[in-house]
Nanobody, 118 residues
Framework: QVQLVESGGGMVQAGGSLRLSCTAS????????MGWYRQAPGKQREMVAA???????NYADSVNGRFTISTDNAKNTVYLQMHSLRPEDTAVYYC????????????WGQGTQVTVSS
């Protein structure tokens, strides 16, 4: 099992930056995939960025080049650095951890609100 605690959300003007943090209750090097998802009102939750086995990264097309996912193994923390924020980035952002054994179990954080004003 793993507990995830997010922080760093808030309100920012368009063009601004924010950094989200997600601290895990276990060593993140033992977590197969760590990712950030977001859910805007009335929309489905979507993947924003993921890091696989601590190295390979994937990004949604809508954030590629603006957002960066990274990890600090010493702090058991994964970050989402967001630049050039747009009003359409407004959403609740969730951290997720996938533990892959014979099956995949996904754990979620509680979410943190990001609001981008125009």
């Amino acid at each position: 099992q793993v507990q995830l605690v997010e922080s760093g959300g808030g309100m920012v003007q368009a063009g601004g930056s924010l950094r989200l943090s997600c601290t895990a209750s276990r060593t993140i090097s033992t977590i197969s995939v760590m990712g950030w998802y977001r859910q805007a009102p009335g929309k489905q939750r979507e993947m924003v960025a993921a890091i696989i086995s601590g190295s390979t990264t994937n990004y949604a097309d809508s954030v590629n080049g603006r957002f960066t996912i990274s990890t600090d193994n010493a702090k058991n923390t994964v970050y989402l650095q967001m630049h050039s924020l747009r009003p359409e980035d407004t959403a609740v952002y969730y951290c997720a951890a996938d533990i892959i054994t014979r099956r995949t179990t996904r754990y979620w954080g509680q979410g943190t609100q990001v609001t981008v004003s125009s």
